[in-house]
């Protein structure tokens, strides 16, 4: 049994981005959908960490929103500019961009910089690692160290077979050794990406997608949508019990009813499940967690515990 604190993401993958940022475009995931999130937030009394698509805030009326959030103390990190879906096997000047830019859209819009990041698809590389460390970034969460990474990969590819750009993107990740040897656990890396000690002089905060086994599914969210709920509820309690510093992601289209999305040029995932459905799932996911007696923190919250604790060991 641990009894260490959790986070609760939300990688805000949103409409906007997911239809190629159509002008004029009115993205609900900011605003109806959002609010499904903050009827569990007001409920459990949590604030999450939300990893924003930095060209979503680009429009005045998102970034307004955005900017709410984060005054009411929910964390905003940083999910790159344009979500390019191999962000890490950009080249080195056009993967910066996409960091930076989203890191500065985030400045302006909060007054403060993100402290966390993660990859489009989890898609990282030494390079994202090293970028992250120059900007004194606190963690990065972009690291999928299971095995189940090759099949979502290809489901990821075939989900795009109809877009030969985003097929493209979705294959030229710089990543696919990492789920052979990567440790599985939170952990210091240095500007190689390799595991350092807390003590190092220039480190990062690793925070890999929570994975009790190289050869199991790792956790989040939308696997209910694939697993059901009876099972996905004893999967998340054995997380619940066995992973230390644990957090738990999420995504918009984990709340969103299909009637909030009209457009049938979308790919999102999961579409055909209703709301009803989708919030009943989300509320045994709460529960359980309540019920674990863990606190809920944010991921800089998280991160910073971990750094604590490392160095007092
Ligand atoms: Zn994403």
């Not at 959030?69 to 905003?76: D, F, K, N, R, T």
């Not at 790919?267 to 019920?291: C, G, H, N, S, W």
Request: proline share 6%; glycine share 4%.
């Amino acid at each position: 049994m641990t009894t260490s604190p959790i986070a609760i993401n939300i990688n805000f993958d949103s409409l906007n981005e997911n239809l190629g940022f159509p002008n004029g475009f009115r993205d609900p995931s900011y605003f109806e959908i959002f609010d499904n999130f903050m009827l569990f937030s007001e409920k459990y009394n949590f604030k999450y960490s939300i990893y924003i698509i930095g060209r979503d805030l680009e429009n005045p009326e998102i970034a307004a929103r955005v900017k709410d959030w984060h005054q009411m103390g929910h964390e905003i990190g940083n999910h790159s500019y344009s979500h390019h879906m191999s962000v890490g096997g950009l080249k080195p000047k056009e993967l910066e961009y996409e960091i930076m830019k989203a890191h500065e859209l985030i400045d302006t819009t909060t007054g403060q910089v993100p402290r966390g990041f993660i990859c489009p698809g989890w898609s990282t590389s030494k390079k994202v690692v090293e970028i992250l460390i120059n900007n004194k970034y606190l963690y990065d969460a972009s690291l999928f160290p299971s095995f189940i990474m090759y099949p979502s990969i290809l489901k990821n590819a075939f989900n795009h077979l109809g877009r030969p750009d985003k097929l493209k993107e979705i294959l030229s990740r710089r990543d696919y050794l990492f789920p052979l040897y990567k440790p599985l656990t939170p952990f210091f890396a240095d500007k190689n990406f390799n595991a350092v000690p807390a003590t190092s002089k220039e480190n990062i905060l690793v925070m890999p997608l929570p994975t009790l086994s190289r050869m199991s599914f790792a956790m989040w969210h939308t696997l209910i949508f694939v697993f059901g709920i009876e099972k996905s509820k004893k999967r998340l309690q054995n997380y619940l019990d066995k992973y230390p510093y644990f957090y738990y992601l999420m995504h918009p289209a984990d709340l969103m009813g299909s009637d909030s999305v009209k457009d049938a040029k979308h790919t999102i995932e999961r579409m055909e499940v209703d709301y009803k459905t989708k919030e009943a799932y989300a509320t045994e996911a709460f529960e359980l967690i309540k019920q674990s007696k863990r606190p809920i923190v944010t991921m800089e919250q998280l991160a910073l515990h971990f750094i604590e604790e490392s160095k007092t060991k």
